[in-house]
């Protein structure tokens, strides 16, 4: 027989596997010839100039999630 804590466990192992599938559903952010973050032009096929933009776009994103805002694109995620 299950106690509290088995249920506890089994919960939690159940919504962390829900979050994880969440976010494969997510669509991935397309190239769109300049950076996600800064704007700079880019080549095709890249989504940021450089990590530390694409670092910023992150720490950005998950502030304004937080909030409870986003910004166009937010609900995409970086790959």
């Given at each position: 027989m299950s106690d509290d804590a088995d249920?506890?466990?089994e919960n939690i192992e159940l919504d962390r596997l829900a979050a994880i599938e969440a976010c494969r559903r997510q669509p991935s952010m397309p190239a769109k010839g300049a950076c996600w973050f800064c704007d700079e032009p880019l080549p095709p096929l890249q989504k940021f100039c450089d990590s530390d933009?694409?670092?910023d776009f992150e720490r950005e994103q998950?502030?304004?999630?937080r909030a409870g805002r986003?910004?166009?694109g937010g609900e995409?995620?970086?790959e």
């Open positions: 249920i506890a466990e933009c694409a670092f998950a502030a304004l999630m986003s910004r166009p995409l995620r970086a």
